[in-house]
């Protein structure tokens, strides 16, 4: 029994031996240059959604990972400002505000049209006061995305706290018609008359 087993199982292994070292060195195995066959683009997509995967199942350690891997590509695959700004998403949510804008100010470097940097920034800015630079931010977002309904949401709620009550009442109806559907910030200009 044993001899026939053994005989199977060189018989895989010699089947399994030549792909694993044709996987190894691709370009030696046929001819072809391996940057060609290897595309960046798809591989930092790749690492993005499993880095939003990770990042949604609360493993901010693996999501980190995933996006510094696109961060650190050689190539420009048109995927780092995204890997920047959801660094940044985790900076922020590990308390490292300075870390998270430094990453937002780098997604829009290298995106300046990039409306969600801008929104991250402005939320960051608003969580820590600077309400002036994050209304900048927020502006700018909607500059940007007339559409961005959390950008209106978040930049009511600031001009609530500033009591610039009409402005907050108009961003507040700007998210509503672009699909935000919290109340919150309705409810409190009902409370106040507004």
């Known amino acids: 029994m044993r001899t026939r087993y053994s005989q199977i199982f060189l018989g895989v292994l010699s089947l399994v031996i030549p792909a694993v070292v044709w996987m ?15 595309n ?5 997509t ?10 949604g199942a609360e493993n901010l350690y693996g999501a980190k990972k995933e ?14 400002h995204v890997a920047y700004l959801n660094r940044g998403v985790i900076y922020a949510l590990e308390d490292n505000p300075d870390s998270a ?13 990039y409306a969600e ?13 600077l309400l002036k630079k994050a209304e900048e931010a927020f502006l700018k977002a909607i500059e940007l995305d007339g559409d961005y309904g959390r950008a209106h949401y978040s930049l009511g709620f600031l001009y609530l706290d500033q009591k610039k009550y009409d402005l907050a009442k ?7 018609e672009n699909g935000i559907p919290f109340k919150t910030l309705k409810e409190r200009l009902a409370k106040i008359g507004r």
């Not at 790749?46 to 990042?55: E, T, V």
């Not at 996006?67 to 780092?80: L, Q, R, S």
């Not at 940097?117 to 006061?129: C, E």
Request: hydrophobic share 45%; charged share 20%; glycine share 6%.
């Open 46 to 55: 790749n690492h993005i959604n499993r880095g939003l995967a990770k990042l």
């Open 24 to 38: 190894a060195v691709p370009s030696v195995a046929c001819g072809q240059d391996f940057d060609a066959m290897y």
């Open 170 to 176: 108009l961003h507040a109806q700007k998210a509503a």
């Open 67 to 80: 996006f510094e891997f696109v961060i650190g590509m050689d190539k420009d695959t048109g995927k780092k």
């Open 101 to 113: 804008v430094k990453d937002y100010l780098m997604a829009i470097q290298i995106n300046p049209n």
């Open 117 to 129: 940097a801008y929104f991250n920034l402005g939320a960051l800015y608003y969580k820590q006061k």
């Open 40 to 44: 960046d683009q798809d591989v930092a």
